[in-house]
């Protein structure tokens, strides 16, 4: 084995940005994601053993069933150091759980978008202070949207359409339907430009949104209403807010629980996408409508490449046993106060002939297989291992360049 260190210029750091294409397509209370069909397991009727349209965050218990191939699980004994799960409040922590006792939590873990019908976005409702004889305002109805109105307000210099009262009108006492996307799907962002929202009826498109002047601003590009702007989308935080309430055609249908039949709306997009929507709930005539969403995201991975060289008259060693010629005397002098290795013993030639019982002439060469990486103090941090061993002469210079994603 040779121990070389690292050049100057033999590391770089680097950063690698991608937009990866996302694609979610809702029908019939089903999500579908990147138009990936369920896979059926051997043990459990889907392999992720997630919902559809769902990804799976850490990709355990793949395969598993219950009584046949149980789920693994995650567990904590409760000790004197009060470590717990973030699901588990302080009360029930304290007053469901003795010392000693464990506490579980389960896998696997999933991830989807989420749509929310809000009426009234801004309701809250009212309180009566029988001291004081008043009537106050409580907790916000819609929590998501209360706590997203400072990010609109400040989003408001981009477009009047983010702000939560503008010319506009006030979101408050608007319909809103929103659209949350986890960020385990886009990144650090959505791409500006590449958002696009569909709304079929029966099969065909009755209309789209795109963010044609990468704004925000989603614009009706195909519909009854083009160029008018039917909702704004936080790029950064992931969430979708659609206020555009005109009627995409002359059809009925009902797309709320236990709501009346009306006209499909831009306010209706998204139907089923984890919101409890379904036949059972809406109607019959529900699965008229289905929707597309897709976007690119945007990711950024820190790279780190390294160069390993074996330069010419170096890296000539090996130390696999097959290096040396076999039954060989190991040693040439060991007593209790000397320890001396044979210094003599052949090396095997690896040369090859393109002759039949022909050795070809001797000469210094090692097959490469692997690169360890060791840190200041030679302490082993990694292993790059090449896929076929590579032939390296004595009058050879070798570069190996391995990347890393940090």
């Not at 795109?210 to 039917?230: K, M, Y």
């Not at 001396?340 to 090396?347: K, M, T």
Request: aromatic residues 14%; hydrophobic residues 35%.
């Amino acid at each position: 084995m040779s121990l070389k260190k690292f050049g100057e210029n033999d590391i770089i750091l680097n950063t690698m940005k991608a937009h990866p294409k996302c694609e979610f397509f809702i029908f019939d209370g089903r999500i579908y994601y990147n138009n990936v069909p369920e896979q059926a397991g051997a043990f459990s009727g889907r392999v992720y053993n997630i919902p559809p349209g769902h990804i799976s965050l850490y990709e355990y218990n793949i395969d598993k069933a219950t009584d046949s191939n149980d789920f693994i699980y995650p567990f904590i004994t409760k000790e004197g150091a009060g470590s717990s799960f973030s699901t588990v409040s302080d009360k029930t922590y304290s007053t469901q759980y003795t010392w000693g006792d464990t506490i579980t939590s389960s896998y696997p873990m999933s991830a989807s978008i989420t749509r929310e019908y809000m009426v009234q976005a801004g309701t809250r409702s009212i309180g009566f202070n029988k001291q004081t004889k008043k009537s106050f305002k409580t907790a916000p109805t819609y929590r998501h949207f209360y706590a997203l109105k400072n990010r609109l307000d400040f989003y408001g210099v981009r477009s009047e359409h983010y702000k939560v009262s503008s010319s506009y009108g006030d979101k408050n006492d608007q319909t809103i339907n929103l659209i949350s996307i986890p960020s385990i799907f886009y990144g650090s962002g959505i791409k500006p430009g590449t958002l696009s929202l569909k709304w079929y009826f029966t099969g065909s498109l009755v209309g789209e949104l795109r963010d044609t002047r990468q704004n925000g601003e989603l614009i009706e590009v195909s519909g009854t209403n083009i160029g008018s702007v039917a909702g704004v989308a936080l790029y950064d935080e992931g969430f979708i807010l659609l206020t555009g309430s005109w009627a995409l055609n002359g059809e009925s249908i009902n797309l709320i629980n236990g709501g009346s039949a009306d006209n499909p709306k831009w306010i209706y997009f998204g139907a089923g996408a984890n919101d409890t929507v379904t036949q059972t709930t809406a109607g019959a005539n529900y699965v008229s409508a289905s929707f597309d969403l897709s976007f690119k995201g945007i990711t950024e991975t820190q790279v780190l490449t390294m160069f390993a060289h074996a330069r010419r008259g170096e890296i000539n060693y090996s130390n696999n046993p097959t290096f040396l010629i076999h039954s060989q005397s190991q040693l040439d002098i060991t007593s209790s106060q000397i320890y001396q290795e044979n210094s003599s013993r052949a090396i095997y030639n690896t040369v090859s002939s393109s002759y039949l019982d022909y050795d070809a002439r001797f000469k210094r060469q090692v097959y490469i297989s692997r690169v360890a990486i060791y840190d200041k103090n030679k302490n082993l941090i990694g292993v790059a291992t090449i896929s076929n061993p590579v032939l390296k002469e004595e009058d050879q210079d070798l570069s190996f360049k391995i990347k890393l994603d940090i």
